[in-house]
């Protein structure tokens, strides 16, 4: 136990860094809006993907269950919010409706695929999560006809946005003599939705729930014998990630105002993935640092890579695109063989890792 | 000690009395039999374990041993016979609500969540006997934030009790061997059973941990737990059982005080005529 | 023309290709318990390089009898390398490790393996050359090309060749051997390293053939091929029953057929409500469905939860 003192001091200093944080924070997108307001659109998509491998990390990093077909989550709300809220069916619900909508939708699809699925073993079910990606993105291509639902690989465009009131988060606002920008209103909003996102998965990760996920990932036969109804943990946990890909993909749809399947395939899947095997599965922080740096590096190289090559060879020969997809598949080998904890390991991860003494070990 | 005196009234209350017809037999086992394949694991098998006694369950490799215990505990389901625990039928429970109707088990390969806190663990074993959700654990409110110091607690004085609280912090996987068994025990204990099913518990031990182990079984039954144990240790069952079970080929060939066995000539003759505590030495799956 | 066989004929020439790729996942996995996620992509290496080749034979003016089988060797030595890398690199280092993360690293050999296909070959769909003059031939009502004859014959042959290999040979004793289990196969002086390495090269070899036979069959070739033929390879595997070499040939040709009849007839079925554009679906349900209802696979041993 450390004496009192000591942990009055810290709590002092953990609310100050808490304030100067929250300050930089709010700073921020001005501070970004000054070098290009496509950087205000890029810190959002990135607390956008954020969202995503958080609601993610719950499946994979607290519960131990590989979902590589994620995105259609991120979809089906993204679906929901764009069919309930733009001229496709001419309803133009309100979004304190139609992302909970979402959410529900999402987290209902995320139990009609684990229902039949959990009683397989991680890698089968990683392997019909990614099926079960395609399936979806498959029916939202060629749910165009007969019956238009989807509009097809056309998406659906003209989405309505997120307003509450008269106050719209579209449009620019000038308050107090600062213009405030589309953009910079949606990122104070997605902001608040990532802290409120990371309170949430904190808290559940320190509960009885979230030990019951650590359980089942551990070792199944004993959560059983220990009383936990191990089908119904695992089917909160998909629940529960599915619902937040779902508000995510509610959100995707309102900021921007047009979907098609072309934005959940499979790479998308892979890509959230990367974040949290990056970050540090089961680490709150560790995933949100995973998904800024997957968002940001790549946006950086886009915007260095491309000039330098151009300076240097006189032309384009590897498009940042590729790079940053080289990347993803490096990061993903190079952590899995040489820190499989992600950059920010879990204490759990750590534990593991020096109780197994390193990676290698005998065949199997 | 290891009672919980907060119970709730959905809980099962330690060694009370539930039905009077039979308020001194725990468990009942009636014409339990499974085959696997073409193979015969357990035939007819009957018996009954009194609140409080600890009962033991011997017999050489191959006898059904392990069986039973997968039956007893849910992971398979007998092809015939039943169970009734506490008054109630146990039929095709799976073994969570086995677990929650009050009987908690061991494993023979100790299985802990190795990489989780020794408290951990042992908080892990309380699932059964708390409730808080999913928006219980996001608004903490004061009925979760209570409960939660509950389990702590009850984790933190059962770590007590099996002597091993100094290491609630250390991930479970770094405990030396006898103490992974005691934490298993503790773990177990922590969803309040009415049976704890210990399932040789004392394979790879030392003497030292051994006769530590023997102490620790009869605190648990001080505390009003009955215990069935499965073991190769002639040495442990005869001195820690009330009663003992001798199985052999899936079938019931004796049962009695450690004594009465002892001397029975069909256990003498199944243990291929060599005396039961040269069993000691036995080591293998049941 | 007969519509139900001509589904039947174009099924099964699919079905032998998935089964040639399943073959390389299923042995894989009977020996390492690894799904080789990026087994798809050699495929797909193996058709580029085979096309590459064949161009650069074309002004040579060799005729294609010869050119055919330098490609299948470059591409086949080509497969194999990558394959024994990709075994070395991303994989043995985590034997022992969760298994989640072996198939994590598979991910990522995957997509490194696309976009450096994507930096060498490019973005847009290569039209892959006709080595041969394409023939119809009609057989009760149905239609069956040259091409899809030679296509059914390499695999019957490579299939033949893998089985007897397997059964008939040292090698594939001890492969099975180590299949059944490493440890007592080690104590028996198996070099299990060696037979898992083996094993990707086979593996490998038979993607990069299967690569050129798919190419071949639809003229085109492109650096996301592989991915989505793995897929359905995979979930003809699992349909065999996962680890089983003859099941994953039984897999491949069943679900080769359950698409193409799928394909045929989803529209007459549901009214036109869906059409073949809904062909890729099939193989995923079919893998729900085997793994739900009989994780063993068709011929397989039980899969459902053994930790």
Known sequence: MRPRAALRRDSRLLAAGIVLTAVALAALPFALAGIGTAWVRITNLAILFALLALGLNIVVGFAGLLDLGYIAFYAVGAYAYALLASPQFGIHWPFWVTLPIGALVAAVFGVLLGAPTLKLRGDYLAIVTLGFGEIVRIFLNNLGSPVNITNGPRGIARIDGLRIGEFDFSSADTLFGLVVSGPIKYYYLLLAALVAVIFVSVRLQNSRVGRAWEAVREDEIAARAAGIDTTRVKLLAFAMGASFGGVAGGMFAAIQGFISPESFVLVESIMVLSMVVLGGMGNVGGVVLGALLLSFVPEVLRFTVGPMQRQLFGRMIVEPEVIRMLLFGLALVLIMTLRPGGLWPSAVRRRELSLRGGASGPLR | MIRDDRGRDDAPALGAARSPADARVLLRALGISKKFGGVRALEGLSFSIRRGEIYGLIGPNGAGKTTLFNLLTGIDAPDAGTFEFDGRPLAGARPHQVARAGIARTFQNIRLFANLSVLENVMIGRHARSRAGVLGAILRDRATRAEEAHIEQRALALLEFTGIAARANDAAGTLSYGEQRRLEIARALASEPLLLCLDEPAAGMNAAEGLALKALIESVRAQGVTALLIEHDMRLVMSVCDRVLVLDQGERIAEGTPREVRSDPAVIAAYLGTDPDAGASRAGTG | ?307
């Open chain 3, 1 to 307: 023309m007969d519509i139900f066989l001509q589904q039947i004929i174009n099924g099964v020439t699919l079905g032998a290709v998935y089964a040639v790729v399943a073959l390389g996942y299923t042995m894989v996995y009977g020996i390492i318990q690894l799904i080789n996620f990026a087994h798809g992509e050699l495929v797909m290496i193996g058709a580029l390089v085979a096309y590459s080749v064949l161009q650069i034979l074309d002004p040579g003016g060799l005729p294609p009898a010869a050119r055919l089988p330098l490609a299948l060797v470059a591409a086949a030595a080509t497969c194999m390398t990558l394959g024994w890398l990709m075994e070395r690199l991303a994989y043995r280092p985590l034997r022992g490790a969760p298994r989640l993360a072996p198939l994590i690293t598979a991910i990522g050999v995957s997509i490194l393996l696309q976009h450096l296909a994507l930096m060498i070959w490019g973005r847009s769909p290569i039209s892959f050359p006709a080595l041969v003059a394409s023939e119809t031939y009609v057989v009760a009502g149905a239609a069956i090309t040259n091409v899809q004859i030679g296509i059914l014959a390499t695999s019957t042959a490579l299939m033949a060749g893998l089985a007897l290999l397997i059964y008939g040979s040292r090698l594939g004793t001890a492969m099975r051997a180590t299949a059944q289990d490493p440890a007592v196969a080690g104590l028996m002086g198996i070099d299990a390293d060696r037979i898992v390495a083996l094993t990707f090269l086979i593996g490998a070899a038979l993607a990069a053939v299967a690569g050129v036979m798919v190419a071949g069959y639809y003229g085109i070739a492109h650096y996301t091929m592989g991915a989505p033929l793995g897929l359905k390879a995979f979930c003809a595997a699992v349909l065999g029953g996962i680890g089983n070499v003859p099941g994953a040939m039984l897999g491949g040709l069943v679900l080769g057929v359950v698409e193409a009849l799928g394909a045929g007839y989803i529209g007459d079925l549901t009214g036109n409500v869906f059409g073949s554009n809904y062909q890729d679906v099939f193989a995923f349900i079919v893998l729900i469905l085997v793994l739900v209802l009989r994780p063993s696979g068709l011929l397989g041993e039980r899969v459902g939860d053994r930790a």
